[in-house]
């Protein structure tokens, strides 16, 4: 680790809002020299050397928002506010990372980072029956430490405890009363990342519903789902992994978030029940894939009048189909409902400026009578409301995708500090009902059992459904993809180019002979390792 100076005259030289910054072990320039390569805010102008030696995507850059989060260092946009900074991962050469004023380290390794983003929020109210604390899957993770305590110098911790996943669940009743919680990351490689600062939340005693006011309250029974990749559709983004839970190429649990891809799912999540209220049966992954790919108005550049604002959205590439962070909500739901994408006439849809507007109980009391359920936004996520209780206090019932369903105070902050809604007015009230839409039978369909599903085959890789080598290299598909997007170790090697293995502008799955040797690539591969020889 090192610090860069600056030499003279060279202060201020490098330009906040875009710029790029190359690396290389002394004064020969190449990409055999080349270190390290970053470029932030647009395109970076010269990146010949750190495409060549695999350190970069063309085209490829950071890019400054309000949001947060994780991502591979080949996507076009890392979101940063204001006194954060971008880095490597610890020894990992393909994942950036959010670096917080607290944790910058500049002349000094990388330390592991904290998660980016949680719920409860801080200082809401939570049932004391049902406490469920979540926070985002960070990458590299093999577990997390988690502790409560009812101080916030956590001298003696109500719950200390090490959870595979980004949730911490607790057992039964929480005795009532305020408490602080703090995480740290347990990293593959044997680190340990520094406690998150103290978040405090409040336990309360919700009570129930007595038999004798049952119209004291009211549910609509949406099933809750976890924000996850939900299909065996393969994800080819680098936001999941090569096995396991999290797997690039399988439907991930259905009860925790497991990846980076998943952290990034509440909009599509939230979209999912909503349709299922109406009699749909739609994967987040299906309402993603709309939502980027195909709805005439597309940020992936399938209007050919439409002006791009950055490299990826008129340049689409498979290993962009699920990413939901740049997802169009309200095109997504109203396709998914029946409605042509651009006809938001049927939703009704209320703006808010917490703290000084806050939506009213009796609205969405009025809202969940007339069996409307809700499609609620706080500061950075996506939720749904689908009831409520008027006895013995004033509760919302809220499926949070994040970390589970629950009854939560009215006046908590996961309700207060709600800033949009949006709610489908009544069937026949203006138009015609929802038609919801449910997944095409292809999205589970393998027609030639080669791992790769038949939506894939025909929407995205362009190969044939029913031959399990459409290439005729004695490769099955799904080994073909694979090479293209995970390396032996597992380490992720994607790039767009990559997939052109040889530079005949043919993909892997497509070409019989990937590396220009002749021979068909099962032929050549002799020992069978799965490696281009």
Sequence with gaps: AAVLHAPAGGVNVLDDRQDQVALYAGSTHSAATLRDFVAWGGPPQSAGD????????????????????????????????????????????????????GQLTPGRLNPV????????????????ANVVIGWSVVPHATGYRFQLAREPGFNVPVVDTVTPYADYHHPGVLAPGLYYWRVRVLAEGGETGPWSAPLAVTAVDLGAVGAASPAAEKTLGIAWQVQHKDTFLLDVSGHNTKTGDAAWDVAHPDTHRVSEHDNHYCQVAGMAMINSYYGGDIS???????????????????????????????????????????????????WSLGYTWNDHSQIEMRAYNPPTTTVPFN????????NRPLLVAIPGHIMVI???????????????????????????????????????????????????????ASITTDSDGDGVRDFDEVRRFHTDPFAFDSDADWVRDKQDIL???????????????????????????????NDADTYPDGCADTNRNCAYK
């Excluded at 750190?50 to 080949?74: H, I, K, R």
């Excluded at 105070?409 to 026949?428: D, F, L, R, V």
């Excluded at 992720?492 to 990559?498: A, G, I, L």
Aim: glycine share 8%; with cysteine.
């Design 50 to 101: 750190a495409v060549a030696a695999g350190l970069w995507d063309a085209g490829a850059y950071l890019e400054y928002a309000a949001s947060g989060g994780y991502v591979a260092a080949s996507d076009d946009s890392l979101h940063l506010l204001p006194n954060e900074s971008a880095g490597r991962y610890p020894g990992v050469a393909d994942t950036w990372a959010i670096y917080r004023a």
């Design 113 to 128: 980072p904290l998660p980016a983003f949680s719920r409860p929020m801080a200082g809401d109210s939570i049932d004391a």
């Design 363 to 370: 609205d969405i009391k009025g809202w969940i009578d007339a």
């Design 284 to 334: 987040q992954d299906r309402l993603s894939y709309y939502a980027i790919r195909e709805y005439p108005d597309s940020k992936r550049g399938l209007d050919p009048a439409r002006t791009c604002t950055f490299p990826a959205e008129c340049m689409p590439d498979v290993k962009d189909d699920f990413w939901a962070g740049r997802n169009k909500g309200l095109e997504a739901i109203s």
């Design 386 to 440: 689908d009831g409520y209780r008027t006895t013995p206090s004033q509760q919302i019932h809220l499926l949070d995708p994040w970390t589970a369903a629950s009854w939560v105070p009215y006046t908590g902050n996961s309700i207060q500090n709600i800033n949009w809604i949006g709610t489908y007015k009544a069937p026949g009230a203006a138009g015609a009902p929802p038609a919801p839409r449910s997944d095409e």
């Design 483 to 513: 090479e293209t997007v995970y390396d032996l170790a597992g380490t992720y090697v994607y790039t767009p180019t990559q997939v052109y293995y040889d530079g005949d502008s043919v993909r892997t799955d497509l070409d019989w002979d």
